[in-house]
């Protein structure tokens, strides 16, 4: 299916909305019923009509439609953050006893999920260094039940090669699911490589504009329609009408927001690896990126985020450095309008802090809508700071 199909026209009917253009919010909690008939219905299975909007909700439908269509999926679910579509599709596929192979440093509440709760149920997690097949093959036991994945890594941007490691998931009978909140379906399609379920946080590139949080899960409809009843009607994580409206507003420009994010990218970057105070820049695209030749293998584009180590070794410069800038806002996220940095210093603070460890040297960048001359120029008055 066409993109521009998708992204303009999948899913909607104006004749059941006055013939606007714009998709109503239907900001309705319940919906009416005609008969007995219909109400029995509708209990015996929620997915087949309107009843409530904790399940169904009609701005939901369209958005779930486009969703899947994206991913060349079977089915989507929508959820209220990306972290719940994370939980959801976690829980949905373990039982006492399991295990679970994760790589390592996922998104924090997904290793939060596998230490501190799991555990508590008799789920365990191996943490896995994702670059070599190998080390999944060796971490298979018997109860192994997920392989949970993140390619790119979104801090270090470690790639695992998707079609390998969802082959050998199916020869073991093991479910894999995949973070592509990175990538999202334009710049990559897990399904097609044989990934299971593919889950994105919708905050970031579909939403667009840093003024909603949301998830994203596309599969099998079978699976998914079992997450759905089992998961998200049970710990009433949907997204909310309003929020989907908002994430299908995002969707229109979702092609020229990552096409200009593309190139204001390169040019950033171009700026940053020939800047004597830059001792690195972390990118899946980059010349020099250790898994380049896999990155071009199974992703179409990389932009916006990249991670730059600095040349310092102290503390205060780095926190100098970062507040000198006067068009990168220092905070968490990604995937709006706005340019973005979070050193990793911040986190660790001064007494940990390790210049040895090029970890602590570490400053997450995000690129946003603005032009990149005007970036590069206050990238380079702020680097006279090191
Ligand atoms: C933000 C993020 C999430 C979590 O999504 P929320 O919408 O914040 O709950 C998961 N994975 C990655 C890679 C993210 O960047």
Redesign the pocket.
Known sequence: MEISHILNELGEDRSLYFNAVAPPIVQSSNFVFDSFDEIRKAFEDENSTYLYSRGKNPTIEILRKKLAALDGAEDALVFN????A?FCSVMANIKTGDHIISVERP?S??SRMFDNLLPRFGVTTTYINGTDISNFEAAIRPETRIIYL?SPN?LTFELQDLEAVAKLAKLHNIITIL?N??CTPLYQQPLALGIDLSLQ????YLGGHSDT???VLTGKEDMLQRIFFEQLLNNGSGISPFNAWLILRGLRTLPMRLAHITQTTNKVIGFLKAHPKIDKVLFPFSDDFPQLELAKKQMTGACGLFTIVLKSDSYSQIEKFTYALKHFLVAV??GGHESLILPQAAGIGPENFDPANERHRMARMYVGFEDADFLIADLEQALEVL
């Open positions: 953050s990306g972290a719940s994370i998104y509440w997904a993140e979104s973070d909140s990175y946080s919708a905050t970031k949080v949301a998830g996220s990604w």
